[in-house]
């Protein structure tokens, strides 16, 4: 029994020495092999840095050229790590290692669907999409300005400073509408005038300011004008249309649009027009009791 005890204590011994020699032999390799990782994240870092740099202040597209550098960085290092497996002499863990990438990416897929789609359509998103950077958007009640777009999802900004974060699934499969695609927006009120009031005359007085107004964009493909729109219940109602420039849409479609407003106000008041408020009609039944209503009039004293 003692004879076997050591026996396998021999042997134990003589393993683990034998391990240990393999193991200062390959250590080189494995040094090296660390190394050469390290040197291939650096050296992906770096170039992608330099990419932004230099590729984003050219390029046309901010969102694209972002999307590439960082799937360029990704792609480095996945090269470093592969050729710092090949250097430690571990061929067979990097054969084994890219199928069991491919495994389980297909089980990590099925885990995962949501992350995958969001990922894929990323992809997508970066090749072919409805918007650039900056572009003022809206997806489904998500109303805003792009600022980012990563592997999972964009980044909006709304105008009341939130940071809203959409998959790109939903902005890939749901409708996009971009108020700033082509650079213009069509913007309208409504205003109300007396039934007594000439029309025609209220019309003119409008356009007229639309004319005036430098910031509104006029040219033969864009028409500014004013029609009749309806007959409310106290009001001849017009409806006012011009076009703004989006480049900065929360400037030319609200900031603006107020300022037309009160000018329209304020010239028709000036003229003498009617801008009479809501009728309402009060009627009394006979199952009811008389409403007494007092009249007070007040005239005016001059000294």
């Known amino acids: ?3 076997f005890l050591q026996s396998s204590r021999q042997t134990i011994t003589k393993s683990l020495e034998g391990y240990y020699e393999k193991f200062l032999i390959v250590l080189p390799r494995i040094a090296l092999g660390i190394l050469v990782v390290i040197a291939g994240v650096l050296l992906a870092q770096l170039l992608t840095n330099i990419y932004k740099k230099r590729i984003q202040k050219k390029s046309e597209d901010p969102l694209m050229a972002r999307f590439l550098a960082q799937a360029i960085k990704i792609i480095l290092v996945v090269i470093a790590i592969m050729i710092a497996l090949q250097v430690a002499g571990l061929n067979g863990i990097a054969t084994g290692l890219l199928t069991a990438v491919g495994g389980g990416a297909i089980i990590l897929g099925f885990a995962f669907q949501d992350i995958g789609k969001n990922f894929l359509a990323g992809i997508i998103l970066a090749f072919n999409r409805p918007f650039n950077i900056n572009d003022t958007i809206k997806i489904d009640d998500i109303f805003g300005k792009v600022k980012a777009l990563s592997f999972r999802y964009s980044h909006i900004k709304t105008f009341d400073g939130r940071d809203i974060f959409i998959p790109n699934s939903d902005v890939l499969t749901k409708p996009v509408a971009n108020y700033t695609a082509d650079g213009f ?32 964009v006029h040219d033969i493909a864009h028409e500014n004008f004013v029609i009749e729109h309806e007959l409310a219940s106290s009001t001849v109602n017009l409806k006012v249309f011009f076009w703004v420039d989006t480049v900065d849409y929360r400037r030319a479609s609200l900031v603006l649009r107020g300022t037309i407003i009160r000018q329209v106000k304020q010239e028709l008041v000036s003229r003498g027009f009617n801008l009479p408020a809501d009728i309402k009609e009060l009627k009394i039944y006979g199952t009811e009791d008389a409403i007494a209503v007092k009249i007070r009039h007040e005239e005016s004293h001059t000294s």
């Open 1 to 3: 029994m003692i004879l």
């Open 185 to 216: 927006y069509r913007v309208d009120f409504l205003v109300g005038i007396g039934y007594e009031d000439d029309i025609e005359s209220a019309k003119k007085l409008i356009q007229d300011i639309l004319d005036a107004n430098t910031e509104i």
